[in-house]
């Protein structure tokens, strides 16, 4: 086993419902349970658990995702309160960009540098059939969206894509491309088998390998280095003001480098993605009165042993047939 990483990086998902309905993640018809408006922990539970369990814990970057983290109400007032914890080091957001035209500079204003923002293509119609529903595209509102993160400064601006065979992988080098002229870190994400089981036996996955041969092969590639806590590699298209990300879950398992651990909007801490087993309910114990160093006493358990599930994970590979989707738990 290599050395353990310090784990110091909490994605607290503050919502497990979405406004889209992207195909690899909770595809229209999909039977999802979702957790009920009682159950989510609220702004004081979260503050509370940062501040007496995860922060004296050691925890010092945090990611706010979902579902879809910018429906939370009261999602500027959450930010600017974790981004003011003086522990804080790092705080992000992973979001769908939808709602980022009119919140970008709210967001902004409340503390927040750092902004994931989900964009699988550059193509109106494609990308309406990757998040599904109705009527007029929602691409441009999300391109808005970008554009005002861009001009409000968060830096690195950083776009998520999972490729997909067959859907988006013929946009590969026109996302890539993205990174030339704007300093934007675009980061390809290998599709795993967790949301759209089915899609992934039908379509496949597509290697970051294959990914990297394309753009090298249109204009080389070199090392490249970007802030963050990710498990990206981390890669340049030479003289281009951006980089580009390779998130390689399917082809490079990276669960020895993993050092995250993960919140659900339901109060459930997971020590890792993909492991069910080992959760510890952290709502139930808050709501039936267990206290805070209690509490803070499992959850180090937990932290403790989460380098030998890494490993466990590792050995044992991304497997299917997850009961949670990523918009439950938190992506
Ligand atoms: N709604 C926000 C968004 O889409 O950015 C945040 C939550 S979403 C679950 C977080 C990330 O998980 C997104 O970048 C999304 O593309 C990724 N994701 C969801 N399902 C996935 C899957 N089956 N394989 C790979 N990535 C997935
Ligand atoms: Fe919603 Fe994000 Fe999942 Fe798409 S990937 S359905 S935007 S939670």
């Not at 960009?97 to 494609?126: C, H, M, V, W």
């Not at 509102?141 to 601006?157: C, E, M, N, T, Y």
Request: charged fraction near 20%.
């Amino acid at each position: 086993m290599t050395a353990p990483n310090r784990i110091d990086y909490l994605r607290v998902s503050l919502i497990d419902r979405c406004n889209f309905q992207c195909v690899y993640c909770m595809p229209e018809g999909a039977d999802l349970q979702y957790a009920l408006r009682e159950h989510w922990l609220t702004h004081d539970e979260i503050l509370q658990l940062l501040s007496e369990v995860f922060i004296p814990l050691g925890f010092t970057r945090f990611r706010l995702t979902g579902g879809e983290p910018l429906l939370r109400p009261g999602i500027v007032e959450l930010v600017e309160a974790i981004a003011h914890l003086p522990q804080t080091q790092d705080l992000a957001i992973t979001t769908n960009g939808f709602l980022l035209e009119k919140l970008a500079q709210p967001l902004y204003d409340a503390g927040l540098r750092r902004i994931n923002i989900s964009l699988d293509s550059l193509n109106a119609e494609t990308f309406q059939k990757i998040i599904g529903g109705k009527g007029k595209s929602r691409w441009q509102d999300v391109w808005q969206g970008i554009q005002a993160a861009h001009r409000v400064g968060f830096s690195p601006l950083k776009l998520n894509v999972v490729v997909i065979p067959g859907i988006n992988d013929n946009e590969v080098l026109d996302l890539a491309a993205l990174t030339l002229n704007q300093e934007w870190h675009v980061r390809f994400i290998e599709f795993m088998p967790i949301g759209n089981d089915d899609l992934f036996e039908h379509k496949g996955w597509i290697d970051s390998a294959a990914i990297r041969a394309q753009v090298t092969e249109r204009w080389g590639l070199t090392e490249g280095q970007v802030a963050g806590n990710g498990p990206a590699d981390v890669f340049q298209i030479p003289g281009a003001k951006g980089t580009l990300g390779f998130i390689s879950q399917m082809s490079e398992c990276f669960c020895d480098r993993c050092n995250r651990m993960r919140l659900s909007a339901d109060g459930l801490l997971r020590p890792c993605l993909l492991n069910e087993s080992s959760q510890i309910d952290l709502r139930s114990s808050l709501r039936a009165g267990v206290s805070l160093s209690k509490i803070r006493e499992q959850v180090g358990i937990l932290v403790g042993e989460k380098p030998e599930i890494n490993f466990k994970m590792r050995e044992s590979g991304i497997t299917g047939a997850y009961s949670r989707t990523m918009s439950q738990i938190g992506g």
